[in-house]
Nanobody, 124 residues
Framework: QVQLVESGGGLVQAGGSLRLSCAASRRTFNMYAMGWFRQAPGKEREFVAAISWDSRVTNYADSVMGRFTISRDNAKITVYLQMNSLKSEDTAVYYC?????????????????WGQGTQVTVSS
């Protein structure tokens, strides 16, 4: 079992930046791929970004490409999502997730463990 705890969400103006963090509870995290997903009110959960266990592969949703960057620090068993040039449509609850295959999957059904989420609100 891996527990994931997100932090770093908040209220920011459009054009601003936030960095989300997701801390894992176990060192086995280092063999898992990690992903970020988000869910806005009334919408389905959608893929944002993912990173393979060794950081060699990253994937991004088209809507965040060039604005968001996913990274991980295995020594700190933490994954990050740097979000720049934020837009009002980025407003959502952001979830981090861990996948045992180690691949940077874009599908939420392949992820095994989920955090509780952190709210990001972008004001226009």
């Amino acid at each position: 079992q891996v527990q994931l705890v997100e932090s770093g969400g908040g209220l920011v103006q459009a054009g601003g930046s936030l960095r989300l963090s997701c801390a894992a509870s176990r060192r086995t995290f280092n063999m898992y791929a990690m992903g970020w997903f988000r869910q806005a009110p009334g919408k389905e959960r959608e893929f944002v970004a993912a990173i393979s266990w060794d950081s060699r592969v990253t994937n991004y949703a088209d809507s965040v490409m060039g604005r968001f960057t996913i990274s991980r620090d295995n020594a700190k068993i933490t994954v990050y999502l740097q979000m720049n040039s934020l837009k009002s449509e980025d407003t959502a609850v952001y979830y981090c997730a861990a996948e045992r295959t180690g691949l940077a999957s874009t599908r939420y059904t392949t992820y095994d463990y989920w955090g509780q989420g952190t709210q990001v609100t972008v004001s226009s």
